[in-house]
């Protein structure tokens, strides 16, 4: 018996290393971010919507109100982590003739810009523009191609997301159809790798890495991956017609390195849509969040720190 006894604790073991690596199951972890702070944008007196933070930290990029009318880019310089100086319209991006939308400022570390714009739609299918960023000015524009692009009237790139290095992009196709749906009807997140200057095109596993946050339940768009590839933040709602109770959510999907699919999603903060909050941006060194957020039916920027 006592030999029986002493033989069972290596039985035991024996038995847990033969289990398969495939039963092991991943370990992840979620960033937390502290309490809410409002940003001030001095000498800013209309809704800022839509931000981005320059790699650098210098520069926040943001949109006016997001009408589709009268939608144009604008800037701002830094001051502190809670205060930017408003600079004006961002040269180069905007158009002229109503209506107009020229939104979504993203940017790599290279100074290679992007952003969404109606410019000739539905003439021209794609919506997705890029330039080169300098002092404020964007020069050398273009469409960007690549089969990301569905060319099909109705959907448009709505949002999209660069990585730090410029090679991949983030990219959210929406269906439009103002007959039958308030807002998209139906979205898609992909991914997209950099050919050259001018073209993007979808990588072979696109799909299964993100096949924990496609979720045909939801809405989803404004994706933006952190600088190191492995957090990928976006904004949420459940499909359906919205109503003063549909709820709007920051979520976050993390994985353990750059070839792995996502994680199932956490949901970091959320809102009713009277206290609209949407499109989050993280900064190079991953400890800030920046969205926005509706308060008193006015846009505003806020920020969190990372714990």
């Given at each position: 018996?006592?030999?029986?006894?002493?033989?069972?604790?290596?039985?035991?073991?024996?038995?847990?290393?033969?289990?398969?690596?495939?039963?092991?199951?991943?370990?992840?972890?979620?960033?937390?971010?502290?309490?809410?702070?409002?940003?001030?944008?001095?000498?800013?007196?209309?809704?800022?919507?839509?931000?981005?933070?320059?790699?650098?930290?210098?520069?926040?990029?943001?949109?006016?109100?997001?009408?589709?009318?009268?939608?144009?880019?604008?800037?701002?310089?830094?001051?502190?982590?809670?205060?930017?100086?408003?600079?004006?319209?961002?040269?180069?991006?905007?158009?002229?003739?109503?209506?107009?939308?020229?939104?979504?400022?993203?940017?790599?570390?290279?100074?290679?810009?992007?952003?969404?714009?109606?410019?000739?739609?539905?003439?021209?299918?794609?919506?997705?523009?890029?330039?080169?960023?300098?002092?404020?000015?964007?020069?050398?524009?273009?469409?960007?191609?690549?089969?990301?692009?569905?060319?099909?009237?109705?959907?448009?790139?709505?949002?999209?997301?660069?990585?730090?290095?410029?090679?991949?992009?983030?990219?959210?196709?929406?269906?439009?159809?103002?007959?039958?749906?308030?807002?998209?009807?139906?979205t898609t997140i992909g991914i997209a790798k950099k050919m050259?200057?001018?073209?993007?095109?979808?990588?072979?596993?696109?799909?299964?890495?993100?096949?924990?946050?496609?979720?045909?339940?939801?809405?989803?768009?404004?994706?933006?991956?952190?600088?190191?590839?492995?957090?990928?933040?976006?904004?949420?709602?459940?499909?359906?017609?919205?109503?003063?109770?549909?709820?709007?959510?920051?979520?976050?999907?993390?994985?353990?390195?750059?070839?792995?699919?996502?994680?199932?999603?956490?949901?970091?903060?959320?809102?009713?849509?009277?206290?609209?909050?949407?499109?989050?941006?993280?900064?190079?060194?991953?400890?800030?969040?920046?969205?926005?957020?509706?308060?008193?039916?006015?846009?505003?920027?806020?920020?969190?720190?990372?714990?």
């Open positions: 018996m006592k030999k029986l006894l002493l033989q069972l604790p290596l039985f035991f073991l024996l038995a847990s290393c033969s289990s398969s690596n495939e039963d092991i199951e991943e370990v992840y972890t979620y960033p937390t971010f502290g309490s809410e702070i409002e940003v001030t944008i001095n000498g800013l007196s209309f809704d800022a919507m839509e931000p981005f933070i320059s790699s650098d930290g210098n520069y926040l990029f943001f949109n006016n109100k997001n009408d589709g009318i009268n939608t144009k880019l604008f800037y701002a310089i830094k001051v502190n982590d809670t205060t930017f100086t408003f600079v004006g319209e961002l040269t180069g991006t905007n158009q002229t003739t109503q209506p107009y939308l020229d939104a979504v400022a993203d940017m790599d570390s290279s100074g290679n810009f992007y952003w969404t714009s109606t410019r000739n739609y539905p003439n021209q299918l794609n919506n997705l523009f890029y330039g080169t960023f300098n002092s404020g000015v964007v020069s050398n524009i273009g469409r960007l191609q690549g089969d990301f692009n569905l060319n099909t009237p109705g959907w448009l790139v709505m949002d999209h997301g660069i990585s730090f290095d410029g090679q991949f992009l983030y990219f959210n196709n929406a269906k439009f159809d103002d007959t039958n749906c308030q807002g998209p009807c139906e050259n200057a001018t073209t993007f095109d979808i990588i072979p596993n696109s799909d299964s890495i993100l096949q924990n946050i496609n979720d045909s339940s939801f809405i989803y768009y404004a994706p933006c991956i952190s600088s190191d590839n492995l957090e990928l933040y976006y904004t949420r709602y459940l499909k359906g017609a919205i109503t003063t109770n549909t709820i709007f959510e920051i979520c976050v999907a993390v994985r353990n390195d750059e070839s792995s699919e996502f994680s199932i999603p956490k949901v970091l903060f959320s809102e009713a849509i009277s206290n609209l909050i949407e499109a989050p941006t993280l900064t190079t060194g991953m400890n800030i969040l920046y969205y926005h957020k509706k308060i008193l039916n006015t846009h505003k920027i806020y920020m969190r720190y990372r714990n």
